[in-house]
């Protein structure tokens, strides 16, 4: 698309208070700052995230109203700014790019995107299909990858291995060589079976029953906490003593580290959102994305997408959709 057939407006998902519906707007297309590229999106992904800022219980993740929310999007470059050169316009891009600090989100037919935060999406999937891993997959990534330094022969314990980073996380630990185990309800046990995780039923089995039954009582080298609350204590007494690594997506709450000093283990936390928010260390999201799209195309990795569709006009569906705990996998938007 030629800037001569751009249009000079855009159709776009807006809300405008808190916990408010979202009625399309037509706004105007947005300006292409230097370093940034305008995409014409063809799908968003939809986060638990993306509810809570809309309900104004996100306080990490501020995103003043009138808004368009959204953070993942897959699509196409159309516009470049100044000084961009790892792009071209026609070039097939994801990315988590906005929707929260007051970036514009991806519910809209285009978006202004810092190029730093974008990659080529992978060749083998659709857009809905890429649309719906940037968030998952670099939070994934920089736990197990950046944080934990998952390696060949861990053991690796997945808390939520059924939700959409944590079913990530089991391919990914899967691709670096560890074994993986992951706690979920046992109407999950056959999902996650088929990621290729040992499934163990949290409901019954308490951390020494597990940790006793897969390590011999030696605990996991890597444990990653995507629940939070008294998952994370309980990742704290599963970790393998000295050289085990806890890291956890969601550390609210208060939490008692004696139990992992005593095992002489160590933490992190991640918090994905920080490059949107401050600015620091976007194009390693670039980065991440651009080896995640290379392990989509050699069959390490897959999405999981839920079947029910969703145009632009039905945002408050689609937000209702994954709030509901009937999605299958990612719920995504189809914007173009």
């Not at 392990?295 to 990795?301: K, P, Q, Y």
Request: glycine share 12%.
């Amino acid at each position: 698309m030629s800037l001569s057939t751009l249009p000079a407006t855009m159709q776009a998902a807006l809300v405008r208070e808190t916990n408010g519906p979202f009625s399309i707007a037509e706004l105007p297309l947005p300006d292409v700052p230097a370093g940034h590229v305008l995409v014409s999106i063809a799908a968003s992904g939809v986060n638990p995230l993306d509810a809570k800022i809309r309900a104004g219980t996100a306080a990490h993740a501020k995103h003043p109203l009138p808004a368009i929310l959204g953070m993942d999007l897959a699509g196409v470059v159309v516009q470049l700014g100044v000084g961009v050169t790892r792009f071209q316009p026609g070039d097939e891009v994801y990315g988590l790019v906005g929707g929260v600090g007051g970036l514009q989100g991806t519910l809209a037919r285009y978006a202004a995107v810092d190029a730093d935060l974008l990659a080529h999406k992978p060749k083998t999937l659709s857009m809905r299909e890429s649309a719906a891993l940037p968030l998952v997959s670099i939070t994934a990534w920089e736990g197990l990858v950046d944080r934990a330094r998952t390696d060949a022969g861990h053991q690796v314990l997945v808390h939520g291995g059924a939700g959409g980073v944590g079913s990530i996380a089991i391919q990914m630990a899967r691709a670096l060589g560890a074994e993986v185990f992951t706690t979920v309800k046992p109407a999950q046990f056959d999902r996650v079976r088929a990621l290729g995780a040992t499934p163990i039923d949290y409901t019954v089995s308490t951390p020494a029953d597990y940790v006793l039954e897969h390590t011999a009582d030696e605990g996991f080298d890597v444990v990653y906490d995507t629940v939070g609350g008294a998952t994370l204590d309980a990742s704290f007494v599963s970790v393998r003593r000295y050289t085990g690594h806890v890291v956890s997506a969601l550390g609210w709450g208060t939490h008692a580290l004696a139990p992992l000093s005593f095992r002489g283990a160590t933490y992190s936390g991640v918090f994905t959102l920080m490059p949107m928010l401050s600015g620091m260390g976007r194009a390693h999201h670039g980065d991440i994305l651009a080896r995640v799209a290379e392990w989509v195309d050699a069959g390490r990795l897959h999405p999981l997408v839920d079947d029910q569709r969703f145009t632009l006009d039905c945002a408050s569906q689609a937000h209702a959709r994954m709030a509901s705990g009937r999605a299958v996998g990612k719920v995504v938007v189809d914007v173009a």
